[in-house]
């Protein structure tokens, strides 16, 4: 079974930093491309970050470069998104997803990514 659990959001003043988690089984990230999304109320899901499989392409949104970092560990078959400088609108339910063999990830609408851990709130308060 394929799982991916979030955990590591909250709540946090503008200006602060968080570290999302993103714990994965029944697969692994080594022939898996692997992305952070993110939803707010009223908008449409939008990818802020991912690698692609075999880590030959990483990608960021421009509005969240410079502030967060993607980064994965094979071993721990985890992904991760550092978060600083974070804003009111920052504030959504963010997510953890994976596809197998993806590449060029972040030319993918996150409606076409397979496989889609519950979320986790973040709140930015201003």
């Known amino acids: 079974e394929k799982q991916l659990v979030e955990s590591g959001g909250g709540l946090v003043q503008a200006g602060g930093s968080l570290r999302l988690s993103c714990r994965i089984s029944g697969f692994s990230l080594r022939d898996h491309a692997v992305g952070w999304f993110r939803q707010a109320p009223g908008k449409e899901r939008e990818v802020l970050s991912c690698i692609s499989s075999g880590e030959t392409t990483k990608y960021y949104a421009d509005s969240v470069k410079d502030r967060f970092t993607i980064f994965i560990d094979n071993y721990k078959n985890m992904t991760y998104l550092q978060m600083n400088n974070l804003k009111p609108d920052d504030t959504a339910v963010y997510y953890c997803?994976?596809?197998?063999?993806?590449?060029?990830?972040?030319?993918?609408?996150?409606?076409?990514?397979?496989?889609w851990g519950q979320g986790t709130q973040v709140t930015v308060s201003s």
């Open positions: 997803a994976a596809d197998f063999r993806m590449v060029n990830c972040g030319t993918y609408y996150p409606i076409t990514w397979a496989y």
